[in-house]
């Protein structure tokens, strides 16, 4: 049986699903565990757990119901991702992700997407022909991320560069030490491009990033659109593949944990609203938040020079 446990009244701010599939050869097989190891160990934090399923021996019936049970484990603004590492194959109507007896499907997964209630959803298809997702999957508060266009059926390298990305610092674009989806979505296309480019041979494989089922990246030139350059309006650029800092179990040092974490998130809300503000609103609000974060920072500094929690 397949669960994610908790205490006793808690709820999380992040569960994450790392599905990996039949790997046909040796070589695959262990490329896609050493991927979502890296994964995991990423993505693991306090408030943020990790279900990792080997699809070459759990069922369609037992992934689909891990991961609903697991949206059941989220606080109301909590995130739900979903990654998949394996093959995918697409017949012009269907998408199949092979695994041990009946493959899941577009279906399958589009229905899982329709049952949660609130939480973000993030949907990242490290597979051949995973762009046949992208429209059965995308839509709003959603972010689908696929290796290769739904015609690209060659094993993508994608995943590797992605399971890479929290740790590089040149996946960091805006240099605030952690990686965000939109960051490691572009680090992971940028390296794809330049191995192909290094051996000499064709490009086979194109990632998609669709946010929202408003901003579609699709080819590289998608880096100008304004929304990737400033970080702002785009979902992806505020859903983060690991966790925030995990706080102590010190009663002072944890609340001011929590409290940057509640005041980060609000910046990243804020950001993910540009649109809605005049800009002298929006940067009136942010100056707000960066003020009560400085404060934050400064009394934690100081507890440290004085050796308190």
Known sequence: MLCVSLTRGES???????VTGLAGMPEYGANFAA??????EAFRGDRSRVLRIDGSVRTREEILRAAREAAEKLSP??????????HGNYDGRRYKFNIKGPDLTDQDLERLLEGLDGPRAVVVAGTSSAGALVPALRGVNRVVVAATRERERQPPLFPRFFAEAPASPDADRDKNNRVSLLEAFLYSRRKVSAWFEEAGRIQTEHAILDDSARVRLAKEDGDSQAEVRQGTGLLAAVCY??????PTSLPEERSRAETRSRIQRQIDDLKLRKGEFTEEEYFRRLEALMVELAANEEEEGAAEEEGQP
Do not use: F, H, K, Q
């Open 12 to 18: 999380l701010d992040r569960v994450s699903l790392i």
């Open 35 to 40: 991927w979502a190891t890296l994964m995991e």
């Open 77 to 86: 603004d909590g995130e739900w991702w979903l990654i998949l590492v394996g």
């Open 241 to 246: 593949l690991d966790p925030a800092s995990a």
